[in-house]
């Protein structure tokens, strides 16, 4: 079992910034790719962004990139989210989750195994 711990949210001002951090603890050894899920009020959770193992292969959202920076140290076990220029529609739910087995990361929620028990981000204007 691979056990997720987020931080770093809270409120910011519109175009402000935060840093999200992810610690895993637990069977990380088996962690392959890692991501970011948000789920705003009365919406779905919607993929953010991710990574593979080494770090060559990031993925976004379409409305995050250029924005969003995704990263990680597995010397650390910790997967971040570097949030620039935030915006009102930014403000939801975050979670961290982790992949194990297969080494190709994923923008499907269903394809991963573990999961944070979220942090709130919340941009006001």
């Known amino acids: 079992q691979v056990q997720l711990v987020e931080s770093g949210g809270g409120l910011v001002q519109a175009g402000g910034s935060l840093s999200l951090s992810c610690a895993a603890s637990g069977r990380t050894f088996s962690i392959t790719s890692m991501g970011w899920f948000r789920q705003a009020p009365g919406k779905d959770r919607e993929f953010v962004a991710a990574?593979?193992?080494?770090?060559?292969?990031?993925y976004y959202l379409d409305s995050v990139k250029g924005r969003f920076t995704i990263s990680r140290d597995n010397a650390k076990n910790t997967v971040n989210l570097q949030m620039n220029s935030l915006k009102l529609e930014d403000t939801a739910l975050y979670y961290c989750?982790?992949?194990?087995?297969?080494?190709?990361?994923?923008?499907?929620?269903?394809?991963?195994?573990?999961w944070g028990q979220g942090t709130q981000v919340t941009v006001s204007s």
């Open positions: 989750a982790a992949r194990t087995a297969v080494l190709v990361a994923s923008m499907s929620a269903s394809e991963y195994d573990s």
């Open positions: 990574i593979n193992y080494s770090g060559s292969r990031t």
